[in-house]
């Protein structure tokens, strides 16, 4: 395993990606609420919060954007990804090799989701075999978008299923792995304990309350997860720099939600 606490995808050993590959997963309606997202020069120019330590997005928007950006930004290259046009059982297509994403885009991090449970979870397990082995070639981080999904899977938000994903990425030779929120602190923990030694990321999911959000990033600090990959909470929100002044103060100060919320500092 690849130690990442001093590597460009990290910052004080805490991680804070920006997740920008929605418009291929999603499509237009995740920059609807906020139509100035939909540019990805705006998220860029978010990216560039001295928060974000790695800004994820597939191929196209990078090989367009990134060489503006690449002083002040670190990309983790989004390797694979399957449109919500899709309707057939949960896979993810791959759109780009560790090789052009480390060598042609500048990419100091590479990301594969993988859909445990799915029908299609042998193939895209022996695709991330591929993409770790190259990726300790070039010694660029791994990280896992790992989310249970399929007809195997009855619950993909539960304790149990969402450590089982955290395992997964240990098992398999993630760096880091971005799971589900299990729902507490407690859960947390636990899914954390499944990981270890390789680093949790909350994934940061539809947008919600300014408050509600931030006690759960506090939680899963506490927890002894590595931080958050956090893309429409930022970036749907109207002040995306503000927010992320806020979730830098939980993630690297150790500072409450409420302490955040009213711009103080952390507590010794």
Not at 48 to 56: I, K
Not at 68 to 73: G, T
Not at 87 to 92: A, C, F, L, N, T
Not at 186 to 201: D, F, G, I, N, Y
Request: hydrophobic share 40%; with cysteine; charged share 25%.
């Amino acid at each position: 395993m690849r130690p990442i606490d001093d590597a460009p995808l990290s910052r004080d050993g805490k991680v804070l990606v920006l997740a920008y590959d929605h418009g291929i997963e999603h499509g237009p309606v995740d920059f609807d609420p906020q139509p100035e997202s939909a540019d990805p020069e705006h998220v860029f120019d978010v990216a560039t919060h001295p928060a974000v330590t790695a800004l994820a997005t597939g191929k196209g928007v990078a090989e367009a954007y990134y060489p503006s950006y690449e002083d002040d930004v670190s990309l983790l290259s989004k390797l694979n990804g399957t449109s919500n046009l899709w309707m057939g059982e949960p896979d993810s297509a791959l759109n780009c090799s560790v090789e052009y994403a480390v060598e042609e885009l500048g990419a100091e991090a590479v990301g594969f989701t993988v859909y445990g449970g799915s029908n299609h979870e042998v193939e895209m397990f022996e695709e991330f075999r591929g993409i770790q082995e190259a990726a300790r070639s070039y010694d660029v981080p791994v990280v896992m978008w790992s989310y249970p999904r399929g007809q195997g899977i009855k619950n993909d938000t539960s304790e149990s299923t969402i450590a089982y994903a955290a395992r997964l990425g240990l098992e398999l030779g993630a760096d880091v792995t971005k799971v589900k929120y299990p729902g507490s602190k407690a859960a947390m923990e636990r899914v954390c304990e499944m990981a270890a030694p390789s680093k949790v990321l909350m994934s940061g999911g539809s947008k919600t309350d300014d408050r509600a959000f931030l006690e759960q990033v506090e939680a899963v600090v506490d927890a002894g997860a590595g931080g958050l990959a956090v893309g429409r909470n930022v970036w749907q929100r109207e002040n995306p720099h503000a927010f992320l002044d806020a979730l830098e103060q939980v993630i690297y100060e150790g500072a409450s939600a409420e302490e955040a919320l009213r711009g103080e500092p952390a507590r010794a």
